[in-house]
């Protein structure tokens, strides 16, 4: 069965599509040094090209020399290859050629078990994440500053000022690559300057944000498969991708640069796998299934662990900011709180005013918890309330839509919310949520950049807000207020 004949691999920087695998693989260790060498090259051009996105080039996209000699080791002391993870403990690898001494930590190292390797690898990897990069030279402007750090960190600063929301447009995100159909993802990696998109032309892209040239870092062509939503995982080292009519889904391992596609989950009776959400304690995904239907499934073991319905069909899912609780609205405007671990129905409250519940989104910091509707409105609620009364009342309701709000994103300071439709250009708007008003200047009135948004997202610290949109563009905005990226 020659599954993985459906997957173009990654492109080559002149856009000729890779070799499709399988294994066993074939490299040119001369050819591939030359194109990583153009890489560097093309990112040096920014600047002191940042480490930890150099890594993570490194060890998720096979163009780079540890990954491609570690499957060369595999093809040569894997009697099968198709076996590896069966002779992963087994199988030694030298540790003094010179693409990998740096990950020797003493002489009798010389030779590691591929499996301690994966795991050393894997190590420096969240360690170079966590890390500081050096990020490009700034404008002389002050206020153009672009980002000087990054990591799992809130920015400390003065509160948001209401009102005008200083910031500025930057090239798109994906003007490497510009999609040639509708976006459907755009996605800042949970802790590197990377930013994902996909969409109806069967692509996952990844691009270095720098606001200036925003360089491609890699892209994968899924064929015959348009991409309704691509997501990283928790940890960043991996991407999930669903389509509007499969049942299977993709797994591209990000580690192993390795795509896979999952043709069965244990457990899971639906006719396809389409709207998902990644579990904040990682290791799991929520799939959204037909009749009311959620369902838990581990990544590890593509099984379905537990099962939870509300009355009608799904419209949204958001967690608590301590994982442990989920919110699901039905279509019918009601809204369902479960206790994550025992799946049990804790709270439900009719969204006020609701007659087609479209999307909900929670907080980062616990506080609010917005609904959207299919008549635009978007009701901001305590979280509490939610979680504690029968009839809680919004906060606010937010009426600055006229068409279905389909999407809604906080920001993880919980100081903005965004919120737009994907059936009306320019129905975006950003939410200052301490004043609970909207911001005057976004979108500029001007000239039309915004088109219809089916995706937003923040990063990581809110230096950078971008949204995907039906031209196949990822419009990118610096936030000057806030420092980090």
Same mark, same amino acid.
């Given at each position: 069965?020659?599954?993985?004949?459906?997957?173009?691999?990654?492109?080559?920087?002149?856009?000729?599509?890779?070799?499709?695998?399988?294994?066993?693989?074939?490299?040119?260790?001369?050819?591939?040094?030359?194109?990583?060498?153009?890489?560097?090259?093309?990112?040096?051009?920014?600047?002191?090209?940042?480490?930890?996105?150099?890594?993570?080039?490194?060890?998720?996209?096979?163009?780079?020399?540890?990954?491609?000699?570690?499957?060369?080791?595999?093809?040569?002391?894997?009697?099968?290859?198709?076996?590896?993870?069966?002779?992963?403990?087994?199988?030694?690898?030298?540790?003094?050629?010179?693409?990998?001494?740096?990950?020797?930590?003493?002489?009798?190292?010389?030779?590691?078990?591929?499996?301690?390797?994966?795991?050393?690898?894997?190590?420096?990897?969240?360690?170079?994440?966590?890390?500081?990069?050096?990020?490009?030279?700034?404008?002389?402007?002050?206020?153009?500053?672009?980002?000087?750090?990054?990591?799992?960190?809130?920015?400390?600063?003065?509160?948001?000022?209401?009102?005008?929301?200083?910031?500025?447009?930057?090239?798109?995100?994906?003007?490497?690559?510009?999609?040639?159909?509708?976006?459907?993802?755009?996605?800042?990696?949970?802790?590197?300057?990377?930013?994902?998109?996909?969409?109806?032309?069967?692509?996952?892209?990844?691009?270095?944000?720098?606001?200036?040239?925003?360089?491609?870092?890699?892209?994968?062509?899924?064929?015959?498969?348009?991409?309704?939503?691509?997501?990283?995982?928790?940890?960043?080292?991996?991407?999930?991708?669903?389509?509007?009519?499969?049942?299977?889904?993709?797994?591209?391992?990000?580690?192993?640069?390795?795509?896979?596609?999952?043709?069965?989950?244990?457990?899971?009776?639906?006719?396809?796998?389409?709207?998902?959400?990644?579990?904040?304690?990682?290791?799991?995904?929520?799939?959204?299934?037909?009749?009311?239907?959620?369902?838990?499934?581990?990544?590890?073991?593509?099984?379905? =662990?537990?099962?939870? &319905?509300?009355?009608?069909?799904? %419209?949204?899912?958001? $967690? +608590?900011?301590? /994982?442990?609780?989920?919110?699901?609205?039905?279509?019918?405007?009601?809204?369902?709180?479960?206790?994550?671990?025992?799946?049990?129905?804790?709270?439900?409250?009719?969204?006020?005013?609701?007659?087609?519940?479209?999307?909900?989104?929670?907080?980062?910091?616990?506080?609010?918890?917005?609904?959207?509707?299919?008549?635009?409105?978007?009701?901001?609620?305590?979280q509490e309330a939610c979680l504690n009364s029968a009839n809680p009342k919004p906060l606010k309701a937010v009426m600055?839509?006229?068409?279905?709000?389909?999407?809604?994103?906080?920001?993880?300071?919980?100081?903005?919310?965004?919120?737009?439709?994907?059936?009306?250009?320019e129905a975006a708007r950003l939410v200052h949520m301490p004043s609970l008003t909207v911001f005057s200047n976004f979108? =500029?009135?001007?000239? &039309?950049?915004?088109?219809?948004? %089916?995706?937003?997202? $923040? +990063?990581?610290? /809110?230096?950078?807000?971008?949204?995907?949109?039906?031209?196949?563009?990822?419009?990118?905005?610096?936030?000057?207020?806030?420092?980090?990226?």
């Amino acid at each position: 069965m020659e599954d993985v004949n459906l997957i173009k691999l990654p492109e080559d920087e002149d856009g000729t599509p890779a070799t499709k695998r399988p294994r066993p693989l074939t490299f040119d260790p001369e050819s591939e040094e030359e194109k990583r060498q153009k890489n560097v090259k093309r990112l040096a051009m920014l600047g002191e090209t940042d480490g930890s996105v150099k890594l993570l080039e490194e060890l998720v996209f096979g163009a780079e020399d540890e990954l491609l000699e570690r499957l060369v080791e595999e093809v040569k002391f894997s009697p099968d290859p198709v076996q590896k993870s069966d002779n992963l403990t087994f199988s030694q690898v030298d540790m003094r050629h010179r693409y990998r001494r740096n990950l020797m930590k003493g002489d009798a190292e010389s030779t590691m078990s591929k499996q301690k390797l994966q795991q050393r690898m894997r190590e420096q990897f969240q360690k170079a994440m966590g890390g500081t990069p050096s990020w490009a030279e700034s404008d002389d402007d002050d206020e153009d500053d672009l980002l000087r750090r990054t990591g799992n960190f809130v920015a400390s600063s003065e509160s948001l000022p209401s009102g005008i929301l200083r910031m500025k447009k930057c090239l798109h995100a994906n003007s490497c690559r510009s999609s040639e159909d509708r976006l459907t993802t755009v996605q800042f990696h949970p802790s590197a300057q990377v930013i994902l998109t996909a969409g109806l032309d069967q692509s996952v892209c990844l691009f270095q944000v720098d606001g200036k040239t925003n360089p491609k870092i890699q892209s994968i062509h899924l064929e015959r498969f348009p991409i309704h939503k691509a997501q990283f995982s928790r940890d960043g080292e991996t991407v999930i991708a669903t389509s509007f009519r499969n049942k299977m889904f993709y797994l591209y391992d990000m580690m192993e640069g390795r795509v896979s596609p999952v043709h069965t989950v244990r457990g899971l009776n639906e006719a396809r796998v389409k709207e998902f959400s990644v579990c904040p304690e990682g290791g799991a995904l929520l799939l959204t299934g037909s009749r009311g239907y959620l369902h838990l499934l581990t990544l590890k073991t593509k099984e379905v =662990v537990r099962s939870m &319905k509300i009355n009608g069909d799904v %419209s949204g899912v958001a $967690f +608590s900011a301590d /994982s442990s609780k989920i919110f699901a609205n039905s279509e019918e405007g009601e809204v369902y709180v479960f206790d994550l671990r025992s799946s049990r129905c804790m709270n439900k409250f009719s969204d006020d005013g609701c007659v087609r519940a479209s999307s909900i989104a929670a907080a980062p910091n616990g506080q609010y918890l917005a609904c959207g509707s299919q008549s635009g409105v978007v009701n901001i609620y305590s979280q509490e309330a939610c979680l504690n009364s029968a009839n809680p009342k919004p906060l606010k309701a937010v009426m600055n839509l006229l068409t279905s709000a389909t999407s809604l994103a906080f920001n993880p300071s919980s100081e903005i919310l965004a919120i737009a439709s994907r059936d009306e250009d320019e129905a975006a708007r950003l939410v200052h949520m301490p004043s609970l008003t909207v911001f005057s200047n976004f979108p =500029v009135a001007k000239n &039309k950049f915004v088109y219809r948004t %089916s995706c937003l997202d $923040f +990063s990581p610290n /809110s230096g950078f807000f971008s949204l995907a949109n039906n031209k196949g563009h990822a419009p990118l905005f610096r936030l000057l207020h806030y420092k980090d990226f």
